[in-house]
């Protein structure tokens, strides 16, 4: 059995997760009930691990990642910055899995880029990239690469329009082309196939004063 690490300068391990070394955990973050963090590991800062949550060997997670209750993130996968994992969604990592073959050194890989949310209960099939900032609605099951900012719902899921960093359904474009955040203004545009934001680039996170929702994702829209 591996050695259990029990504490760490900067981050919260509660008493009933068991956290196996050697593992790498950003500071600020907080692991929760009966979570299991395998050896590998590598967490950044400021993430959260809700109630029952299983991190396999040698899985990276990003900084400020939120994974709800009941989720297992298994080898092979990859989760960049700012990623919402919602309660008991579902990862894998073997397309024809039988428990009569072997088959791990054959782990298929999943990337799921800077901040995409998956939703409650939904299905990633291993082997694909969920595109930046893209949103899984909950309980569709993705069996195919998901481009930036894509709304994917249903089963097998499929895109039904676009969504902006702050989690709003982007309206039809204007005669510039130009599709504008319901929340944030902030704008966007279709871009040689790729979605991207005109006012700030992907990677950069959102200033301070666009950081806390205000708008009720189901009020009127003008």
Known sequence: MSDRITSLEGVNIHETAWVDAPAEIGSGTRIWHFCHVQSGVRIGKNCTLGQNVNIANEVVIGNNVKIQNNVSVY??????????LG??????????????VNRRSMYEKILIRR?????????????ITLGRYCFLAAGCVVTRTVPDYALMVGSPARQVGWMSRHGFKLPEPDTDGIMACPESGLRYA??????????????????E?????????????K
């Open 75 to 84: 080898t092979g996968c990859t989760i960049e910055d700012d990623v919402f």
């Open 87 to 100: 309660p008991s969604c579902v990862l894998t990592n073997v397309t024809n899995p039988r428990a009569q």
């Open 115 to 127: 901040g995409a949310t998956i939703g409650a209960n939904a299905t990633v099939v291993c082997g």
């Open 190 to 207: 279709v871009k040689e196939g790729i979605l991207q934001c005109l006012d700030i680039p992907e990677e950069e996170p959102l200033p």
């Open 209 to 221: 004063q666009l950081a806390t929702g205000k708008l009720d994702y189901r009020s009127p829209r």
